[in-house]
């Protein structure tokens, strides 16, 4: 049997890192390591460390944990902080670039990151604009392998409450049916899909900078098997 890939995941207490936990239940293939500011609300079954500590301890917290991949599952919305875009930009961009930096720093070969369908430069969205920021800047970090995945509306049940992204997700499965071809990329997409993609990223070996939209995404998710 080979040895199980060490997974440091940041961002544990958000949807993608709770279905990330809940994918790795019963996994001999991964080894799953959570960093956080508090304790992670954990499933039935999990079997993983918890290292708890303030944002500033982060970089030690990614080097003890001698990982093979860091996925970075960091996010906040404009709502969530108040309308406030510099406390927005302090988790979405320089908080997920602080752990990028930690991650090299520790000489983790690959980095993994939960990004936005549409992040650009050139878009006029304050959003989308930050998460095409903070792609450029991850990208000039010179890692050995950095995977950014863009899904779209994320399905999944939330810890909080958002009305108006409740009703995209019920408008969703309808809205995706007319997205063809290069819309495809903008079609919603389950929680534990996301999950199983980064997993199967997770075990891939070749170097470079990967960039993963709807598509690539179901791909890596059928890889990474049950």
């Not at 993608?16 to 304790?39: C, K, P, T, W």
């Not at 430069?121 to 792609?135: C, H, I, S």
């Not at 070749?206 to 791909?219: Q, W």
């Amino acid at each position: 049997m080979s040895k199980p890939v060490r997974i440091a995941l940041v961002g544990a207490t958000g949807l993608i890192g709770q279905a990330l936990i809940r994918a790795a239940v019963g996994r001999s293939d991964v080894r799953l390591i959570a960093i956080a500011r508090r304790e992670v609300p954990l499933p039935t079954g999990a079997r993983m460390e918890v290292l708890v500590a303030e944002t500033d301890g982060w970089a030690d917290a990614i080097a003890a944990a001698n990982a093979d991949a860091v996925i970075c599952a960091l996010g906040t919305t404009i709502r969530r902080v108040g309308g406030d875009r510099e406390a927005f930009r302090a988790v979405d961009h320089d908080l997920v670039l602080a752990v990028a930096r930690a991650a090299k720093a520790a000489n983790v070969r690959q980095l993994i990151v939960v990004s936005s369908v549409g992040a650009s430069l050139a878009t006029g969205n304050f959003y989308l604009r930050t998460k095409g920021e903070v792609e450029q800047a991850l990208t000039k970090l010179g890692l050995t392998r950095l995977d950014l995945l863009r899904p779209g509306l994320l399905r999944g049940q939330r810890g909080e409450r958002r009305p108006a992204e409740r009703l995209a997700m019920l408008a969703a499965p309808l809205a995706d049916l007319v997205l063809h071809g290069g819309y495809r990329k903008y079609r919603s997409i389950r929680d534990a899909v996301v999950a199983k993609a980064l997993i199967g990223l997770a075990r891939e070996k070749p170097a470079g900078r990967f960039v993963h939209e709807y598509d690539a995404i179901l791909r890596a998710a059928r890889k990474a098997g049950d």
